[in-house]
């Protein structure tokens, strides 16, 4: 019974986050920093079991943060640096690794190349949800 429960909470997980689906309530939120610049697609997002890996592997527990990345070459976000970050000292870190793992396209919604945009990269997770 256990393993039933556990192989549909992971099939639950995985699909979450369909590519191109905005992302659902507890994941992390990406804006573009340019308003004006045509609305980025996602094709790669992590699910939340690879955000909890994350969060696991660097001992994170309740926190929120934002991050601003710039997009590379491969459409990941990169180089990110800490806008606000609590508690102060790990949870920016945790959050630039969980940008690393969202992929955007090579192009926007107005046909203009993604590489060198900067997007900001939100999340809150455990108690602080709600607020």
Do not use: H
């Amino acid at each position: 019974m256990q393993r039933v429960i556990l192989t549909a909470c992971v099939s639950l997980a995985v699909m979450l986050p369909a590519i191109g689906a905005a992302a659902p309530a507890g994941m992390p939120k990406l804006t573009s920093v340019d308003e004006t610049a045509g609305k980025l697609t996602w094709v790669d997002r992590p699910n939340i079991l690879e955000i909890r890996n994350v969060a696991d592997g660097r001992g994170i527990g309740n926190g929120s943060g934002e991050v601003e990345c710039t997009l590379g070459a491969n459409g990941r976000p990169k180089a990110c640096t800490i806008v606000s970050e609590t508690p102060k000292g790990r949870y920016g870190t945790f959050l630039s690794e969980v940008a690393a793992l969202y992929k955007a396209g090579g192009k926007d919604a107005n046909g203009q190349p993604t590489e060198g945009r900067k997007v900001r990269v939100s999340f809150t997770m455990g108690e602080d949800r709600a607020r």
